[in-house]
């Protein structure tokens, strides 16, 4: 298994797992976004292979506002993470992480921070599992304010 920084290479196979994980977002929103990733300083994605076979990955980015629960910016963020169902239990996630983590350290960061939707147990198991720790529960709402006048 290898973990590897994202190039140009890497961005299709990517994309494909990134439709998988954001299934509201289009492969070429999502390509864009990572094209300007392989470029950014603030952001890195790193991809597992399995020889030719792409089966994860991370995305991490440095966030300089407001962090729940965290202290001085930055801090990492990891905006999202993607194992390939077949490739799952085999500590792929856990290296990815160990490569998010090693990442932010190299920015400076002394903490890494997540989020997972209120009804994704499966990813707040893992984020429990890896170490990080619940800081917050949050219910988020939107009006539309044409529509719903007061």
């Known amino acids: 298994m290898d973990i590897l920084e994202m190039t140009p290479a890497d961005i299709p196979a990517v ?3 990134a439709q998988i994980l954001y299934r509201e977002d289009d492969a070429p929103m999502l390509a864009k976004e990572f094209e300007e990733i392989v470029r950014s300083e603030t952001d ?3 991809v597992a292979r399995q020889g030719d076979t792409y089966v994860g990955f991370i995305h991490m ?3 300089y506002e407001y962090v729940e629960g ?3 910016p930055p801090v990492a963020y990891m ?3 993607y194992v390939d169902p077949d490739f799952r ?3 792929i996630a856990r290296e990815l992480s160990r490569q998010g983590e090693k990442w932010a350290k190299e920015k400076g960061c002394t903490q890494v921070a997540s989020d997972a939707e209120i009804d994704n147990t499966v990813s707040q198991a893992f984020h429990q599992k ?3 720790k619940e800081v917050n529960r949050l219910v988020c709402f939107l009006k539309d304010i044409d529509d719903a006048p007061l």
């Open 130 to 132: 890896i170490g990080f």
């Open 70 to 72: 965290a202290g001085e």
């Open 89 to 91: 239990q085999q500590q």
């Open 44 to 46: 890195a994605v790193y």
């Open 79 to 81: 905006e999202g993470i």
């Open 15 to 17: 994309v494909n797992m």
């Open 61 to 63: 980015a440095l966030r």
